[in-house]
Nanobody, 121 residues
């Protein structure tokens, strides 16, 4: 069982930036970030393949968020710029034993505990 640990969340003003990190205890293939705000369903944010050749992201974050990874460190990152209050949520890192990126949270087998991001205006 692969363990995922997120870090980097916090409180930031509208327009600010944060970088989330997720370190895995073992090898994963496709990795993704999801978020969930109170009272809402878990929402796909971005995903990346093992080689970083393929990345996908939600329309709501395109041009503002960038997913990347460093396989030597078993770490995936989410650089978040131009943050908005509607980005406020708990952010979860996820991994799956497949090289195919996916927007579907049900297709991910490994999950972190989440890190809170709060954007205030």
């Amino acid at each position: 069982q692969v363990q995922l640990v997120e870090s980097g969340g916090g409180l930031v003003q509208t327009g600010g930036s944060l970088r989330l990190s997720c370190t895995a205890s073992g090898r994963t293939y496709a990795m993704g970030w999801f978020r969930q705000a109170p009272g809402k369903e878990r929402e796909f944010v971005a995903a990346i393949s093992w080689t970083s050749r393929f990345t996908i992201s939600a329309d709501s974050v395109k041009g503002r968020f960038t997913i990347s990874r460093d396989n030597a460190l078993n770490t995936v990152y989410l650089q978040m710029n131009s943050l908005k209050p509607e980005d406020t949520a708990a952010y979860y890192c996820a991994g799956r034993p497949s090289s195919v990126v996916s927007r579907e949270y049900r297709e991910y087998d490994y999950w972190g505990q989440g890190t809170q991001v709060t954007v205030f205006s």
